[in-house]
Every structure is written in C-alpha cells, then in structure tokens.
C-alpha cells in the first residue's frame, strides 16, 4: 500500500500520540505540521519525526504533496478546517466530533459526499479487539438477551484555560468524552432492535453553557435501557462500558484506552485483548479506506447522528447546543 502523506493541523498533544506514533509504526510519512505558534510546530516537528513545518493552516492545505489531513484542533475548529480541507481536495481524519453541533456535521458530510473525499470522525476505539470481542460476546449469545447498557466516562478537570472549557470553543464535558459512551451505545443497536432514543439527560455546569458533567438516560427498542455518564472534573480516570443480559454481563474496563486497560469481564473470567494502541488500529483502517476503498466501521451518517444525539442531550440538560465558530477559513485553493 501506498503510504498516506499527512498533513497535521496543529500541535495539539493528542496528534502525538494518535497521529504521529501511529504513523511510524504502520509506515505512514508525517509530511507537514502546522501551528499558530510557529515554534510549537517547530518542536512537535522535531519530536515526532515530521518532515517540514508549514507556514501556517491555508499553507498545508494547499501542499499538493499532502493527500491526508489530520485535525486534532479544538472542537469548535473541526468543522470549518475539516471542510477547508475537503475543498482543498484533501482526505480528513478529524478528531471527535467532527462539527461543533449537528447542523454543521451534516455541511460537513454533504461536502465530503459531493467531492468524493474520505472524512473520517477518529472513533478509534471501535478498531481495537476490545471493542470487537464485546460485539462478538453479544452475537454468540452469552449474555442472552441485551437488557441494559452503561458507559462511565470520567477525567480530572482541565486546567482552566484548556479549550474544553469553553462555550465558542465547543467545549464542556459531552463534547471531550461522553460522545464516546453516546456513541458506543449506539453501536448496540443490531444486538438492541435499533437505535437508541434519548429519554432525559441532566447536567452541572462549570461556566456559563458549558457542562462539567453529564448524565444520560436513553431507552433502545428492543427494551433495553442505557446511560451515559461523563465528568470532566472527576477524581479519577474511568472508561467503562458495561453490558448486561439476561444470561450475564460483559464489562470492558476501559473501552476507550485498551493500551491502558485491555481487560473484558466476563462473569468471573477475565480476557486480555491486547495493549497495542488503539490509533494504530484505526490508522490502518483508514489508510486501506483511502487506498483501497475497504469499508470501515464508522461512516458520515454516523457522525451526523451521534452528533444528533449530542445536541439533543444538551437540549434535555438545559445547555445550549455548541455554536458554530467564527472562523473562515481561507486554504488559497
């Protein structure tokens, strides 16, 4: 396979460990970074093996040598960079979620479908044997019938001027980990007789609109409850997703981090899925996606839906949905 040539927006921690390692275990190149501050790209360069520093967002976008764009930037700058890049013509690995609230996921998506370019939303726990042993415990009947569902999803508080503690930002609690647990839970519908629906949703607020913490109640069709429960300001680090049915219960200790925790429960038996990250996993699947057109497990429907549901928590919290950023972005495409 080809190597993908990537572009990242940003010198976010997060593109490190889940674009730049990634990359050189699986023979990627690391073409360009950029940043606002140009000396932070400089040292994400030199850390992380990346070739060159671009001057600027519009000017990797417009580098005919990336084909791929990783954005980890803020979540109220993934929408308007994700689509700069799709104008741009280039492929789109963007961190989660990849618009700040529904209407602008569906802009996103209509994009991408009428340009032919590939933008993933980076899930990257569905790509990890975790995830896919909990799927294949629910289809061989083990647990029985699927009657409840829960995801805790808990983190200390950012530092205060971290971006995800910001409203224009698209910050606050459900946006940074409780999509993961919104979006497991929805990835239960084949074993739940569909999707899940929102029946109530409570939430604390640490500044104006923005959530510290979120509780989620949703009900699938099949009869089966399910909650969410994120904090973003939590005494501990916690990923769990828990299902239970009417033969037993299957907990994945930490479904978002494997390489931290592989362990599933099992009753008394515990399995050990393997610690290799679950980025690697999903760059691989993205690159045979781009390459190769091979499916994944994630589509654009997907990620309009799941940020769907996140709008609709917000609205049941009493929390104004994430606005759209100001930003326009200009790529000289």
Known sequence: MEPLRIGILGAARIAGTAIAAPARETGHRLVAVAARDRGRAEAFAAEHGVERVADGYAELLADDEIDVV??????????????????????????????????????????????????????????????????????????????????????????????????????????????????????????????????????????????????????????????????????????????????GEATAVNFVRPDTDDRILIGDRVEHLGRRPSYSYQLEAFAAHVRDGAPLRNDLADAVATMALIDECYRAAGFPVRPRSRVEPVTGA
Request: charged content about 20%.
């Open 70 to 247: 990783y954005n980890p930037l803020p979540n109220g700058l993934h929408g308007p960079w994700n689509l700069a890049a799709v104008r741009a013509g280039k492929h789109v690995l963007s961190e989660k979620p990849f618009a700040a609230n529904a209407e602008e996921a569906r802009e996103v998506a209509a994009a991408a479908e009428a340009t032919g370019v590939r933008v993933v939303e980076a899930f990257h726990y569905l790509y990890h044997p975790v995830l896919l042993r909990l799927h294949e415990i629910l289809d061989s009947g083990e647990l029985g019938e699927l009657r409840a569902a829960e995801a805790e999803l808990l983190i200390p508080a950012p530092a205060d001027s971290d971006p995800r503690w910001s409203f224009e930002l698209a910050g606050g609690a459900l946006m940074d980990v409780g999509c993961y647990g919104l979006h497991a839970l929805r990835g239960l519908a084949p074993w739940a007789g569909g999707a899940p629906v929102l029946e109530s949703a409570t939430g604390t607020a640490r500044r104006p609109g923005v959530d510290q913490a979120v509780d989620a109640r949703l009900a699938f069709p099949g009869g089966a409850t399910g909650v969410v429960r994120c904090d973003m300001a939590a005494a501990e680090v916690r990923f769990r997703l828990r299902l239970t049915g009417t033969r």
